[in-house]
């Protein structure tokens, strides 16, 4: 029987500490070649933990370049603020695929945009921070990343 995996993104405050802690470790083996005993001591999680989720947890950014992501915003109906979100973009050097922004129903609009994340991107995950934490900004939820 073969196992049905499914992806989500999580955002690190809803993830568990050992979790957590396993991303670390595997941080840890690839940028200073420690060992796995060496990198869970060093994190305090047990070899068992880190081998239990070693495979399953890796920071959003890594295997993120040439992909496209897809984000959903609910956004104030306030001048500028689109531009605002796309110059974050364009701050990040990432590729603007699509957009496509609703007309605003009580002030609120949706903007769904796609974005293209080049070699010369920055740290995308954190390109999507800083566009969540924009004033007008309501809520950002990631729909999609191929």
Do not use: C, W
């Not at 957590?20 to 796995?36: D, F």
């Not at 605002?84 to 605003?104: D, G, M, S, Y």
């Not at 070699?119 to 969540?132: A, Q, R, W």
Request: charged share 25%; hydrophobic share 40%.
């Amino acid at each position: 029987m073969e196992e049905n995996i499914k992806y989500y993104v999580v955002k690190q405050k809803a993830l568990p500490e050992v979790l957590l802690k396993v991303a670390q470790a595997n941080g840890l083996i690839e940028t200073k070649g420690l060992s796995v005993a060496d990198a869970t001591e060093k994190v305090g999680i047990s070899r068992s933990s880190y081998y239990k989720y070693k495979d399953d947890i890796f920071p959003f950014r890594d295997n993120v370049k040439g992909k496209t992501i897809t984000f959903v915003l609910s956004m104030d109906d306030e001048p500028g603020l689109l531009s605002r979100v796309l110059k974050k973009v364009a701050e990040f050097h990432a590729n603007i695929l699509t957009i496509h922004q609703t007309i605003p129903v009580n002030g609120v609009a949706s903007l769904t945009l796609s974005v293209d994340i080049l070699p010369s991107t920055g740290d995308s995950s954190k390109m999507i921070e800083e566009i969540e934490q924009l004033s007008g900004v309501r809520y950002l939820k990631i729909l999609s990343r191929e």
